[in-house]
Each structure stands twice: as C-alpha cells, then as structure tokens.
C-alpha cells in the first residue's frame, strides 16, 4: 500500500481505512439510502392498501383490477426487500460478519429499487387508467418510465462507468 504524507497506509480503495472501517462506512451509507427508498415504498403501499376499501374499487374493469392485485403484491415485495438490509443486521450484529452483511443487504437493496420501479410504473398505469379512461395513458406512462430510467439507472451507470475508464 502507497504510504500517505503522514506516514499512514491508504488502500486499495483511496481511503485511510480498515476493512472493518470501509464496512462500517459502507453500511452507514446504505443504511441512508434505504431510508429514502423506504420512506416513499411506505407511502404507495399504505395509499395502495386503502384502495380496495374505496366504493369506486367494485365499479372497477377485471383488467384495472388486476393491474391492481399486481401492484399491491409489488409493493408488498418491494417493502419486503427494502427491510430486509435492517433485519439482516439486527439478525447479524455482533457475529464479525459486517463485510458480507453489507454485500447482502447490498443486494436486497438493489433488489428492492427494482420492485420500487416496477410498483411505481405499475401503480400509475393504474391510477392514469382510472383517470384518464382513454389510449392517451401509454403516452403519459412512457415517458415517466424513461425518466425513471434514465434517473435510476442510466445516470448512476454512465457515472460509475466514466469514473472506472479514469
């Protein structure tokens, strides 16, 4: 390791830390992250649980019904996989397994994120059909689907793979 103007070591990572610092900090992060995909999945599942309650649900077509009953089991699958980094360190926390914690709730949460794009492209497919009654929610859902995307994906992508080519 290349020795730092303090005499220090700096890894492999550009950083002046242990592999239990770089965890610690790595888990940190994901942890705040998690926080804001879970904030806005709470939201949409609660709103989407009430909706079946509604008088207008039994006026609904089979097909809007449905489009419902997938969008609620995404919900329910993307709150599940967005927990699931918190249970995993409560359920871990103590045993030396930060490292491999941080890499599985990792995944989850990657995991989750997709099911979020699914359940928010899902949920205003819905709600445009509901609203809208007509050919033009495609037009609407479309572009919306892109942007997310382009924000969750093509960006982060694009980032990471102009930073590795430096």
Not at 49 to 54: A, D, E, H, S
Not at 67 to 93: D, E, K, N, Q, W
Not at 106 to 132: D, E, H, K, N
């Amino acid at each position: 390791m290349p020795a730092t103007k303090s005499g220090g070591e700096i890894n492999e990572w550009g950083r002046h830390e242990t592999e239990e610092e770089r965890a610690d900090r790595k888990w940190g992060e994901l942890i705040q992250e998690v926080r804001v995909a879970q904030t806005g999945v709470q939201i949409l599942f609660g709103f989407l649980l009430t909706v079946v309650f509604q008088q207008k649900y039994d006026t609904l077509p089979q097909t809007d019904k449905t489009i419902y009953i997938v969008t609620v089991v995404l919900g329910a699958a993307t709150t599940g996989a967005l927990i699931g980094p918190v249970s995993l360190h409560r359920l871990v926390s103590g045993r030396r397994v930060k490292a491999q914690a941080v890499e599985w709730a990792s995944r989850m949460t990657f995991v989750g994120l997709a099911l979020l794009f699914a359940t928010m492209t899902s949920s205003l497919v819905l709600i445009l059909r509901v609203a809208a009654h007509n050919a033009v929610v495609p037009w609407i859902v479309t572009p919306v689907v892109v942007w997310y995307a382009l924000c969750w994906y093509a960006v982060p992508l694009w980032a990471r793979h102009r930073r590795t080519r430096r």
